[in-house]
T-cell receptor, first 115, second 113 residues
Framework: SQTIHQWPATLVQPVGSPLSLECTVE??????LYWYRQAAGRGLQLLFY??????ISSEVPQNLSASRPQDRQFILSSKKLLLSDSGFYLC??????????????FGNGTRLTVT | AQKITQTQPGMFVQEKEAVTLDCTYD???????LFWYKQPSSGEMIFLIY??????QNATEGRYSLNFQKARKSANLVISASQLGDSAMYFC??????????FGKGTRLHILP
């Protein structure tokens, strides 16, 4: 069966420090991978989307970046965190193709607090 | 541009009553998928139900049903016989042709005993 691992679960970082959040998927090949951010009490904002190794689509201008060094690994990074980067970050995967009824499968999320 | 709109920030419903959560969407794609997710206070995202744009019948999954009105671009979630455990945040989402799945801002549902 497919599983998705996301870590760490919580993170407190000072302003200006770097960030690296990692997400790995098991049990499937060539998934679509997604990073979302959820501000406190709000909806999910799509940050990055990837259809394959090295193929990243950035959806929102920001000081975050994403990389996909392996088929089932998706990394969210920042060189210098801002206070506005605080939030709940969710990684997700899905089967490719709009004809598929495959939903997004989410990791457990990382709660990031920038102080 | 693709967009999902949920106009109810919060709702209070008596236990055992049915509840309808509103969702409208905007897309120029002919083929797309619609989803509903539940997010309890723990933060996990739980998939509830899916509706394809070409599906002629409304989707149902246990106590959940999706009232799909394609001409009105509406995909409301109906929960029958609500339970205390249904208290959570609910998100409507759309998968357009480019697979960049977008979400609405959510509705916080409170079930009252």
């Amino acid at each position: 069966s497919q599983t998705i691992h996301q870590w760490p679960a919580t993170l407190v970082q000072p302003v200006g420090s770097p960030l690296s959040l990692e997400c790995t998927v098991e049990g499937t090949s060539n998934p679509n991978l997604y990073w979302y951010r959820q501000a406190a009490g709000r909806g999910l904002q799509l940050l990055f989307y990837s259809v394959g190794i090295g193929q990243i689509s950035s959806e929102v201008p920001q000081n975050l970046s994403a990389s996909r060094p392996q088929d089932r690994q998706f990394i969210l990074s920042s060189k210098k965190l801002l206070l506005s980067d605080s939030g709940f970050y969710l990684c997700a995967w899905s089967v490719i193709g709009v004809g598929s009824n495959s939903p997004l499968h989410f990791g457990n999320g990382t709660r990031l607090t920038v102080t | 541009a693709q967009k999902i709109t949920q106009t109810q920030p919060g709702m209070f419903v008596q236990e055992k009553e049915a509840v309808t959560l509103d969702c409208t969407y905007d897309t120029s794609d002919q083929s797309y998928g619609l989803f509903w997710y539940k997010q309890p206070s723990s933060g996990e995202m739980i998939f509830l139900i899916y509706q394809g744009s070409y599906d002629e019948q409304n989707a149902t999954e246990g106590r959940y049903s999706l009232n799909f009105q394609k001409a009105r671009k509406s995909a409301n979630l109906v929960i029958s016989a609500s339970q205390l455990g249904d208290s959570a945040m609910y998100f409507c989402a759309m998968r357009p042709l480019d697979d960049k799945i977008i979400f609405g801002k959510g509705t916080r549902l409170h079930i009252l005993p």
